[in-house]
């Protein structure tokens, strides 16, 4: 009977050390680029001069965002939001469409392309800052000056 609560008691103290230690592990991880500078509104849908970037939105929180087709052909935004996610900016700026599911917002449409894998086998990939995306955009929260893009791949 010692022996078993022993061993519980031994399993709870470890249990509770792994928490901590993951805790810290992802609190570590944070790579938050935050330089302090402010963002100014600038009008909705601009294209600048040294860009090939097309502006969209209005807001505080600023990330580039790139649409490539199944072709390769690529087109640049820069968002201005004030939303929390990259799901609800993209949504909000009529860039992406699609439906919820089981996993969050499966995305089937991106800048007016539609990909959809039971007809032609192709789907939307989301990337953050150039690595394939470990969340769906619904759940990535926004990281000021990050980039995230969306490939169409088969």
């Known amino acids: 009977m010692k022996m078993t609560r022993f061993k519980k008691t031994l ?3 470890l249990c509770i050390v792994l928490i901590a230690a993951i805790a810290l592990f992802t609190a570590g991880c944070n790579d938050n680029k935050d330089t302090g500078s402010n963002t100014t509104t600038t009008p909705t849908e601009q294209t600048t001069e040294d860009s090939k970037a097309t502006t969209i939105g209005e807001g505080e929180k600023s990330f580039s965002f790139t649409v490539t087709d199944i072709d390769g052909n690529s ?8 939303k929390a996610t990259v799901g609800e900016a993209l949504l909000e700026a009529k860039l992406i469409e699609g439906e ?3 996993y969050g917002l499966y995305v089937k449409k991106v800048n007016g ?13 989301f990337y953050v800052d150039g690595e394939y995306a470990m969340t769906g955009v619904d759940m990535t929260d926004i990281v000021d000056g990050s980039s995230y893009s969306f490939k169409q791949e088969k």
Do not use: K, N, P, R
């Not at 087109?75 to 004030?82: G, H, I, S």
């Open 75 to 82: 087109t640049e935004f820069l968002v201005l939001t004030d």
């Open 11 to 13: 399993s709870l103290v």
């Open 113 to 125: 392309i539609t990909a959809d894998y039971d007809v032609d086998g192709t789907y939307w990939a």
């Open 100 to 102: 919820e599911g089981q």
